[in-house]
């Protein structure tokens, strides 16, 4: 217990400072229900288009203003956040799951296996992402199931790759051969003595994705192609305020500052983890 809370402790200030911001972002996602003011979906077309901190005649304060239809942006604004970080956890976690077991064998197995993996990575990553996302939702057709899957499925082969490159440097350790003499199967090895020790890197990587994945999301919400209205997404909030720029400016300027402050946490969040983990790196 001590150690775990002392390699707590040793973690930098900078790590600490923007894994609380970004806790803070997942605290308004999970209280959504309860921080909300309003009900996100509740129209009220006699208040559309209203400037940010107006009061209606019956008191109520709208802190950032109105939509096109009356609703309380705040309230779609924290609810925003809900389908942003709910679509990255669960993209990045089928992309970590579908990706790190197919390196893994590549890198332990090596030979014929490894070149059939390797080339379908390889095939892949030769697609642009993002283009990639929006033919396979075009296809399947928006959904918030869908959108996890094609964000999902489309970036497995960057873990692919890491893993494959990590497996081959740790199959060669004196441990490894140590634990293949004692007996051990190749699961167990591969569980016990591989994985842990390429964790970090794929830590590393799945932070970077993560804030690409919020993104992803946000863009195809733009077109059109990711959360569906009337349940509010940045993207989508966006996407239905930029035909109102010139008079409604909040409806784009709140959910795009949020959204740029989430993704600009994950990435400096990210770069630091890098640096903390590298051995080479000189800010440890």
Known sequence: MSGATG??????RSIRALAAILGAYAAVAILAPWLAPHNPLHQVLLLRLRPPLYRSPSGTIYWLGTDDVGRDLLSRVIFGARASLSV??????VSLLAGTPLGLLA???RGWPAMIIMRIVDSML??????????????LGPGFFDLILVLGLTRWPRYTRLAYAQTL???????IRAAELAGARTGRILR???LPNIAGPLLVLATTEFGLMILFEAGLSFLGLGIQPPYPSWGSIMSDGRQYVGRAWW????????????VLTVNLLGDRLRDHLDPRSAYR
């Open 7 to 12: 390699g707590v402790l040793r973690l930098p």
């Open 88 to 93: 990255a956890i669960l993209s990045v976690s």
């Open 107 to 109: 890198g332990w197995f």
């Open 126 to 139: 030769s697609i642009p992402a993002i283009l990639l996302a929006v033919l396979t939702v075009a296809v």
């Open 169 to 175: 440097q740790i199959a060669t350790r004196p441990f």
């Open 192 to 194: 016990r003595h591989v």
């Open 251 to 262: 409806m784009t300027v709140f959910p795009g500052v949020c959204l740029f402050g989430l």
